[in-house]
């Protein structure tokens, strides 16, 4: 069995995580997916979406028992005028659907959304840390 490492570029790398399960290709080979940051803070998981143009009821955010967070959303194509004559596109269009797996120290169901200037962030906080339980063992003489 091989494990690939993850190799950090910077602390933006886009280099493959194992760990994160994203299931979509987020880069501009995927013609509708958008970029996301993902960090990891002491607090929590955070999580910053680029949806320009999208409002908030266009978007949807799910979580699962499975620890899976889906970013999901549509970009509607502008409508067009029979005289208009198109000289370039660029942007994207269509449905997108985003999926990242997390780690077993989190409040799935304690989690936050905003939206503010096409940015949407996500936030799900971590559980506290279990402090290990210690006993005092007595020492017995023999």
Same mark, same amino acid.
């Given at each position: 069995?091989?494990?690939?490492?993850?190799?950090?570029?910077?602390? *933006?790398?886009?280099?493959?995580?194992?760990?994160? !399960?994203?299931?979509?290709?987020?880069?501009? !080979?995927?013609?509708?997916?958008?970029?996301?940051?993902?960090?990891?803070?002491? &607090?929590?998981?955070?999580? $910053?979406?680029?949806?320009?143009?999208?409002?908030? &009821?266009?978007?949807? =955010?799910?979580?699962?028992?499975? +620890?899976? #967070?889906? #970013?999901?959303?549509? +970009?509607?194509?502008?409508?067009?005028?029979?005289?208009?004559?198109?000289?370039?596109?660029? *942007?994207?269009?269509?449905?997108?659907? +985003? +999926?990242?797996? !997390?780690?077993?120290?989190?409040?799935?169901?304690?989690? $936050?959304?905003?939206?503010?200037?096409? =940015?949407?962030? =996500?936030? #799900?906080? $971590?559980?506290?840390?279990?402090?290990?339980?210690?006993?005092? !063992?007595?020492?017995?003489?023999?």
């Amino acid at each position: 069995m091989s494990i690939m490492p993850i190799v950090s570029c910077g602390p *933006r790398s886009s280099v493959f995580d194992p760990f994160s !399960l994203d299931f979509t290709v987020p880069s501009s !080979l995927s013609t509708s997916s958008p970029l996301i940051d993902r960090k990891e803070t002491s &607090e929590g998981h955070v999580f $910053k979406a680029d949806l320009p143009g999208l409002k908030e &009821e266009e978007v949807k =955010v799910e979580v699962d028992d499975e +620890r899976v #967070i889906q #970013i999901s959303g549509e +970009r509607n194509v502008e409508k067009e005028d029979k005289n208009d004559k198109w000289l370039r596109v660029e *942007r994207s269009s269509g449905k997108f659907v +985003r +999926r990242f797996r !997390l780690l077993e120290n989190v409040k799935m169901d304690q989690g $936050k959304t905003s939206m503010d200037n096409g =940015v949407l962030t =996500v936030t #799900i906080p $971590k559980e506290g840390a279990k402090k290990p339980d210690v006993k005092v !063992l007595e020492i017995l003489n023999t």
